[in-house]
């Protein structure tokens, strides 16, 4: 009895509030995210010794963000939060939002605005009819998943090409397309099925699109049309000259 009034009474102790929240390692993950899931804010002159770091880190390892999490305790009232977020591979630019996805597909979170993290991946710009409003939490398409994979690997360099940089895009019409721009090429690899047209035909389209490239010089080509069967590469439309 005696040694339950004591955690009591030191519990109850002011000095023993929680006066100082230290969060290591959110860099995507947002502050409404963190508040929601420590649940502080639900909890009045919350106690360290009142303070469950178990359903805490449960709650943490809950968001989308978040690969791994600890928490610690200090005295006298120090709350230590370190996260281990997911790493984005990628951005999906969809119904004028651009989010965050982790090499499983996971859709993360908001890419931030003007972050230089985001702004060096990969970016996807999903303008098909059917697309659904993404969220935090849902996944990617597993076939659109090991498509984006590979052709966010490819670099202007890796297809004979001098541009800055490659504009992917997914329209109705042509599927996956990859060009250098409004005034550039552009490169249609189409639509892909998990068996009748897989992802794995996207390598040999690359190499045929370099070896196009690499042959007639990207100022000659206007559309690339990739359907490599046999010996055979795909068609291609030259650039008219005015």
Known sequence: ????????????????????????????????????????DT?????VFSIDTTRMRQALLALPTV??????????????????????????ASSGQRWLVDVNGLVMAEAPPG???????????????????????????????????????????????????????????????????PKGWLAIFGMYTATLRPPSLVPAQVQCLSSLLAREGEAKIATVYLFPEGNECGTFVARTSK
């Open 115 to 181: 972050d230089p993290a985001a702004a060096a991946l990969p970016v996807f710009s999903d303008d098909r009819s059917n697309r659904q409003p993404l969220a935090p939490g849902d996944t990617i398409d597993p076939t659109d998943l090991a498509v984006a994979r590979q052709l966010g690997a490819v670099t202007p360099r890796m297809v004979h090409s001098s541009a800055a940089a490659l504009t992917i895009e997914i329209t109705d019409a042509d599927g996956f397309t990859l060009s250098t721009g």
């Open 67 to 92: 690969s791994d999490a600890s928490l610690a305790v200090e005295l006298p009232g120090r709350l230590v939060v370190h996260l281990q977020e997911r790493r984005p591979i990628l951005v999906w």
């Open 43 to 47: 909890i009045p002159h919350p106690n």
């Open 1 to 40: 009895m005696l040694a339950a009034a004591s955690i009591w009474a030191v519990s109850a102790m002011p000095a023993f509030d929680l006066r100082q929240l230290d969060v290591q390692g959110a860099t995507i993950t947002s502050s409404a995210s963190l508040d929601t899931a420590l649940g502080l």
